[in-house]
């Protein structure tokens, strides 16, 4: 699963980027989890794939953390996801759809972007759980 990709680090996080714009990335669990290990693969926090926007958008990031699993969305990502995109077609601003929803990245100073991811989800109906829980007593 040889492709080229750009190693980035937003607050803390690291990230492998991969450019999916021509060509679909589609790892396995597994693949993502050996591709994260620090010691035999490359080692990252997320494993992000910039693909195109079904939706009208500049881009759509799908990621995947590093124990195999696909989420909705990551501002540290998003952050270096879109300084990556303005760069690259020059603009200040650029829309981000993620399966989260869609978001929104702009240029706020020298190498810094800020993010508008919307409305925080804080319903525990809309909390993904790693298990069924009741909740009440957290």
Known sequence: MS???VKMNGAGNDFVVVNALDR????TPDQVRALADRETGEGFDQLIAIEPSPDGGDAFMRVWNADGGVVETCGNALRCVGWMLMQAN???????????????A??????????????PKLDWTQ?????EMDTRNI
Do not use: Q, W, Y
């Open 3 to 5: 492709r080229p990709f």
């Open 24 to 27: 679909p990335f589609a790892p």
């Open 90 to 104: 020059g603009a200040d601003r650029v829309a981000i759809d993620t399966v989260g929803g869609p978001t929104v």
């Open 106 to 119: 702009s240029a706020a100073g020298n190498h810094r972007v800020k993010v508008d991811m919307g409305t």
């Open 127 to 131: 909390i993904p759980l790693s298990e």
